[in-house]
């Protein structure tokens, strides 16, 4: 009886295996081919990003000008 159930349950798992390789392989072709799907909150992120990017582009910082005492305390004797 043993002979038996493992003479039908072995092929049968090893037909199965092949099976779920297959469509998973098919299954991930078919991914590569859709185009990927962007959330409306990545696109909402990334206009924020990109927005804060030129405004940092534009950003000049300010200019401290020293008093002219100042300048002759820096330096060594």
Not at 39 to 53: F, G
Not at 59 to 72: R, S
């Amino acid at each position: 009886m043993y002979k038996i159930f493992m003479l039908i349950a072995i092929p049968a798992l090893v037909i199965a295996w092949i099976a779920y390789i297959l469509w998973e392989r098919k299954m991930r072709i078919e991914e590569k081919k859709r185009p990927k799907q962007v959330s409306e909150r990545l696109k909402k992120t990334r206009s924020e990003l990109t927005d804060w990017a030129k405004k940092m582009a534009q950003f000049k910082p300010p200019k401290h000008e020293k008093p002219p005492d100042q300048d002759n305390q820096s330096k060594p004797p």
